[in-house]
C-alpha cells in the first residue's frame, strides 16, 4: 500500500487540474483486472460486475484533487503573485518548496521578507498578498512560461516515520484513492452478490462538484464516500478530532443508520477499532454531493484520521487505513443481493 | 589645556571617521611620533620603567550610517548607536566630505513611532549623481553642533571632545618614568573596538581610560548619583556593569588629596559599553576610568569645565607616576 | 556545485558539525592537505606559501540555523528550541530531520478546518510547536531523540539551471567559495578557516585568528538578499544575481576603508560586476576577529541568497562563482602589491 501510495502522492492534482492522478488510477486498475471509464467532469470509473442481472449498485468514491495556489499575476522584478486556488493556510506558505504548472512544471520556493526587516516580536502571519513564489529568474524568463491562473503545488515530499506512519502532501485524498486501488485487488479474490462502482472523483475541495455528476452518472442504490478527517494533534482534540489510531464512520442526520450498523458488525467480525464523528448537517464530504444529486439515497462515509490536514506535512498511521479496506471489502461481502436489512 | 580644548573642539569626528580629529591631535603633539593603525587608533609611546599602561581616550562621537543615496539625492542611513528618532529629527549633519545636511521625516501617522527607515537627510542634492559627489555609501555623518569655549566652560562640544584634549595634554606634559602607551582611540562608541584591538597588541598591566561622565546638576535631575561640574575629575568605582580597580583608584584619590586636587566617585555611569568590551577581551586587566563631568544633551552637545579637564591633567600627572598596580 | 550539493544536505547544526568536516578533509585531501582540528569544533586547512608572504585566513563558518530537541510530550512528540535566528513563521509545516541518524519527523500546524476566524493570522511560536517523528508513547520518543537532539530542515540541493536551491547557504556557500579560492596559485600563505557555531554567537573565530595570527583575514559567506516586492530600495541589502556584495560595515565591524577601496578597485580592474551590502545590520565572524592579535583587518565577501536562516533559499551560480573570482583576484593582488598601507 505505502508503495502504491507513494506513486499517487508524488504526482500534482489541483481541483481542475486532476487529469494525472486519473491516468495512474486507469492504469492501476486495469493492473488490477478491471475496465475503466473517464466522463467529461474527469472522473474515472471502475465498474466491479457481480455478473448477475439487475443487481443493486454500490457507489464507492474518493477524490483525486488536492488544496492548491493559483498565480494572480507578477511583479517587475519576476516574483510570481500567489492566490488561495483551494484551502490552502496561509500560515504554512512561507519557506515552502512549489511547482509552478506552466508550460513546464517550474520550481520556486515562497520566501518570507529577511530577517532584517521583519520587527523581532512580530507574531502576525504574513498575508497572502505579500507573499510571492520565487524562482530565481528575471521576469521575462518568467512570464515566458508562466500565464496567470496556472497553478501552483506544494512540492511533494513523502516521509517514513516510525512506527508505519507517513507524512506528506496531499493525503487528502490520495490516500482513499489508494485505498479503492487495494480494494479493487481484493475484491478480485472475493464474492459478492452486488455491483460495486469505484469512482476516482473531482473537485471536491471547490465544492464536490465531481461526486455530484458520478451520482447522478451511477445513480446508486447505496454511495459510500472515503476521505480523511482531522485526526487528534498535538494540543488539539475533543468533538473535531478523531483518534488516530481508529478508523471513523461519520454519523449524522443524512447518515443511514442501518448501513452505519453494518459497517459496526463488520467491524466487530474482523476486530477493527472504529471511532465516530457526529455532524449536524452536512459531511463536509463528497457523500453530501451524492446524496443531493440522487435525491436523498442512502449514504454513508469512512474516513481515515490525518494530523495536520491540508499542510504538506499530512501525517497517516497506515495501518489504519490497512483497515479501512479491510473493513469495506467486509461490509461488502456482507451486503445481501437485495439490500435488504441495509437500506 | 584650555588651547587644546579650542582646537579640538570644533572638528567632526564620526566612528570610523576621525581622521582629522587624529591629524588634529598628531599636530598638537609636540614632537612625539605616534603609529595609526588600520582601525584608526593614534598610539603614542613613553617608554619606561615598571608595569605597562595603557592610558586611552576615544576619539569618535554618535553619528549616522550613510546605506542608500535615491535617484533624487535623498540619503538613507541607520543610526551608528542607540538613538531616538525624535532626537534626531530635524537635526543637522555633517559628512566626512564637509557637506552638511538636514535630518528630514517621510509623512507619517500622528502618534506612530517613526522608525529610522523611515527618515532621509536632505544635502540639497539635485539628483543621484550630485549627491554621489558629497556622500559616499558606508560614510560616517555626526551631528553639526556650534562649540565655544566661554567662562571656563566648553559649550556645544560632543562627550569625546575634551578627555581627547586631556590625553593630548598629559602626553605633552608627563615627564616620568612609567611605561606608558597614550592611546587615542577609534570606534570607541561602537564598543570600545579600537582600544580592544590596542589591548591585545599592546597587553598592558593596567588600564586607564579618560571619559566623559554624566553631569546631575542640572535643574531637578532625577539622578541621585551627584556629579557636579568644576567640583573635579570623577573616579568610577563601578559602571553598570564593570567594577574598577579600587587599588589604584585609592591611590588616585591619595594624590588628589595631597595636591589640593578636589575629586568626585560615582558608582553609577550610563556608558558602560566601551569598558565592557575591554574587560570581556582582557579579562585579566585592570581598569580605572577618569571621568570629566559633562552635561549631556543627546547626541550633539554637552557642557563641561576647563578646570575638570586641567585638575584631571594634572592628576593622572602626578598619579601615573605613582605604583599603580599591586 | 558537486561541492556545494554536498556541503548543502549535510547536516551541520551549531555544534555538532561533524559532517561538514568530513566533506571539508575529503575534499582537501585531493589537493594533499590535511587537516588541522582544535577542541572546539573548528577545523583548518594551510596551504603553505613562501615565508615573508602575508598570511591570509579565508573564514567561513560551517554551522545552519537548525532546532534542538527540549523535551518530549507523552503521545511522543518532540519539543523543541531554536538554535539560531528563525523566523516562527517559516517553521509551519515543514519536513526535518533529527539527529545523526536522520529521523524524518514533521512540524505541524492545527488544521485549517478548525480554526477559528480570529486564529487565521496568529502564528505558533516555536516553544508551542512540535516535532512529529511517528513515536508512540513518551518513552520511544526519549529513546529515539535525546534531549539535545539537534534538527534541521529537510530540504534536498536542487541545480534548477542558472539558480541553486538548498537549505543553507548561510554559510555552506561561504565553505564552498573557500574550498574553490583555495585552489588558486599563489606565494601568500592561505588558511581556510571553518569555524563552528557562527549562529550562536561567533563562537569559534576567536581560536581560529589567536592561533594562526594571519595577516589579513577574507570572510565569505552567504548575505540576505533584499530585493523582494514590499522591501523599499532604500532597505535592500542585496541585489540577487548582481554579484558579491562587498561589506562597508555591519553591526559588528566596519571594513578598514583602505581594504574596502582595494578591494573594489580589484573588481573593477577584473570587470567583476560587485554591490554593497545596503543595510547596516547583522554581524559576522569578522566582528570577533577583529580585535585579535592586536588588531586583524577582516574583509566581508557575500554571495547575496535569498531567504537565509529559512528552510529554503536560493543562489544564483553567477553570483557564487563572481565571489570565487573576487576573492583569488584580491589575493593575487596582495600577492603582487603586498597589504595596503
Redesign the interface.
Known sequence: MKETLEKFVRISSSSCHEEKVAELFRQMISEAGYETRIDRMGNVYAEISCGADGAKKIMITAHSDEPALAVQGFTEDGFVRIWDWSGVDHKVLPGQEVVIHGTCEIPAIIGILPPHLTKPGDKKAVPITKLYADTGMPADWVTGKVKIGDQVTFKKRFSELKNGRVAGCALDNRLSVTMLIELAKKLKRVKLDVDVVLVCTTQEEIGGYGGFSAAMDVKPDLAIAVDTTTAEQHGESGKSYLPFDKVCLDNGPIINPKIRSAFMNAAEKLNIKTSEYIFSSTSMTEADSAWEAELGRPISVVSIPVRYLHQPVETVDLSVAESGVDLICEFLMGLPASLEGVI | MKDIIQKLISIPSP??FEEKLREQVTKLLEGKIGEV???G?LVVKHPGKGPKILVEAQMDEDSI?V??V?KNGFV?F?P?TAMKEADILNRQVIFPSGACGYIGAEEVAEGTVLGF?KMFVDIGAHDKKTAMKMVQ??DHASFHTESRLEGGRVIGASNCKVPVAVLTWLANEYDGDANLVYAFTA?GR?GG?GA???????NPDIIVTIDSTPATDTPNCPDKAKIDLDAGPVLVVKGNIVPRDMHAISIFEEVAEASGIQTQRTVKDVYDMHDMRIAR?VSSVSIVTIGIPTRRFGMFGSVSSVSDAQAAGKLLSKALRKKLVK | MELLKKLCNASGAPGDESEIRQILTDFYSQMGIAPTTDHVGNIFFVKEGKPGKPIIMLDAHMDEVALQVTGHTSEGELKVAQLGGIDDRVLASKHVLVGKEKTRGVIGLKPIHNQKHEEWDVVTPTNALVVDIGCKDKAEAERMAPLGTTIVFDTEFEDWGEVVKAKSFDDRAGCWAVCKTMEMETECTLVGSFTFGEEIGMKGAVFAVRRFMPDLVVSLEGTSAGDMPEVPEHQNCARFRCGPVITFEDRSVIIPRNYRLLLEDTAQKNSIQYQYKGTVTGGTNAGRMQFENGGTPCVVIAAPCRYIHSPVSLAAKSDLEAMVELSKAFIQRIDKEGLPQ
Open positions: 566612528s570610523g593603525d588600520f582601525m587608533n550610517i546605506n542608500h535615491d538613507r541607520y551608528s527607515d555609501i558606508g570606534q561602537l573596538r580592544a584591538a590596542i589591548i591585545t597588541r599592546e577581551l
